[in-house]
């Protein structure tokens, strides 16, 4: 006969608010396995010798989730369960609570798991968004075990209002130890687009967990259909673009004090001289060095465009750029560049230099909250604005799939491009041009200084 207790123990203390996790302790022929549940407790909940909760309420709720996995086993499997082990009891009660209505389907543990294919796919850039939306939801909630029933409109809402209002939060360092910070509440936008990524999850979950063609509806309910999940944003995107003077400080400071501020200005001279190449792509596995070219897919969008070219970049290698990839090429030739010896994740790598771009610009009198994105926005404003290059053009630049108009919007140039092999020969010749520019002000920034 299976035995069903509250559990509560000592060592599993959670480390960053030390509260303890409640468990349902389910014992079959000497064997004890545990059943997570949704509640967390202080130490003055539980007693003294951790033999159960004080919280009589907590008592109540618990006894009747009991109650209900014994009435689970009576009519799944019978009144004699001899002929089943612990483990097959315990994965039969945890089917049966996924089954109601999604209740026991786990949205964090999914959507780690969504994150870690992520990583897998060589899309580490774009995980670490999903990573920072989740950690997001976790401190709201205040727990690392969430429903996908708690996924709903009221929580949603609730979630948009805390994120926009100053908070605290702890996350684990280099070091291995906690760091605590107050972060200032955030814009509307950017709450939009925590909420879009949850969706992405949602969306997920029941790609996973329903399956219309057996009937089978795991998760029923979908938040984000609803028109009171709306966001309002009301400011227009902030630029982040340098002016050419500000971009010359950044090519032309080739040596800062800090090391810090040096890899931040490095970085941002590589990214606008291998055309506008992000941070999650230097750091990444998948850049090749192949004769006079850089070849590597954009995580950010690789795996969106795997029917097409899975966002493919090829990069000529101009003189401009040739000292720092010798600086920083990696001499065990396991990838391109050796930010990864430097820093054991990308997560880290992109949150130090940008953290040194602030102190790059602060040094350099440059009046912005410079991060690496500002050479993709530089890049793109001088392409168009001071070299006449086409918004379809600059478009291929940056590897967008095209935002212009007539027939370049779209599906219309979906399908031209597919009748195109690329060999990237007009992003060269407008990489250069740019270039070119930027030399040609640099020049005249010397001959008045030499004046």
């Known amino acids: 006969?299976?035995?069903?207790?509250i559990?509560?123990?000592?060592?599993d203390k959670r480390a960053t608010d030390d509260k303890y996790p409640v468990a349902i302790r389910i014992t079959h022929k000497r064997v004890a396995l545990y059943i997570p549940t949704y509640v967390y407790v202080t130490r003055k909940q539980i007693k003294a010798d951790f033999s159960g909760l004080r919280d009589s309420t907590l008592i109540i709720q618990l006894t009747k989730i009991i109650e209900k996995y014994e009435e689970m086993l009576l009519k799944g499997l019978g009144a004699d369960l001899s002929q089943y082990s612990a483990q097959e009891l315990k994965n039969f009660i945890l089917a049966q609570r996924q089954g109601t209505d999604g209740i026991g389907i786990d949205f964090v543990e999914f959507a780690r798991n969504y994150i870690q294919a992520l990583r897998n796919d060589g899309r580490a850039g774009y995980a670490v968004l999903f990573d920072t939306t989740m950690n997001s939801l976790i401190d709201f909630f205040g727990r690392p075990v969430i429903s996908i029933k708690e996924i709903n409109i009221k929580n949603l809402l609730a979630f948009?209002?805390?994120?926009?209002?100053?908070?605290t939060i702890i996350r684990p360092n280099q070091l291995g130890g906690t760091t605590q910070r107050t972060l200032p509440g955030v814009k509307p936008q950017t709450v939009k687009d925590y909420l879009t990524r949850i969706q992405i999850l949602f969306n997920a979950a029941c790609e996973q967990y329903n399956d219309p063609d057996s009937e089978v509806t795991l998760i029923s309910h979908n938040p984000f259909n609803s028109k009171k999940l709306h966001i309002e944003v009301t400011e227009a995107p902030a630029k982040r673009d340098l002016g050419i003077d500000d971009l010359i400080k950044i090519l032309e400071a080739k040596k800062l004090p800090g090391q810090r501020m040096q890899l931040a200005r490095d970085v941002c001279a590589l990214s606008f001289y291998l055309v506008a190449m992000n941070t999650a792509d230097l750091f990444g596995e998948d850049v090749k060095l192949t004769g006079r070219r850089?070849?590597?897919?954009r995580q950010k969008t690789a795996r969106r465009r795997r029917a097409t070219d899975e966002a493919l970049m090829s990069v000529k290698i101009e003189p401009e750029v040739l000292p720092l990839l010798r600086k920083y090429n990696d001499p065990d030739k396991k990838r391109l560049f050796c930010f990864y010896k430097l820093y054991g994740n990308y997560l880290y790598f992109n949150k130090n230099v940008n953290r040194g771009c602030?102190?790059?610009?602060t040094y350099l009198g440059i009046k912005a909250d410079l991060s690496t994105y500002y050479m993709r926005h530089t890049l793109a404003t001088i392409a168009s604005e001071d070299c006449g290059i086409s918004d379809g053009e600059v478009a291929l630049l940056l590897n967008h799939v095209g935002d212009g108009t007539n027939l370049e919007k779209g599906k219309n140039l979906k399908v031209t491009r597919g009748y195109i092999h690329r060999r990237f020969t007009?992003?060269?010749?407008?990489?250069?041009?740019?270039?070119?520019?930027i030399q040609s002000k640099i020049d005249e920034s010397n001959k008045s200084k030499n004046k």
Request: hydrophobic share 40%; charged share 30%; proline share 3%.
């Open 1 to 5: 006969m299976a035995t069903f207790v």
């Open 7 to 11: 559990s509560v123990r000592e060592k």
């Open 160 to 167: 948009a209002e805390f994120m926009q209002k100053p908070r």
């Open 294 to 297: 850089i070849t590597y897919h």
């Open 358 to 361: 602030k102190q790059l610009a």
């Open 426 to 437: 007009k992003n060269d010749l407008n990489h250069r041009k740019i270039l070119d520019f």
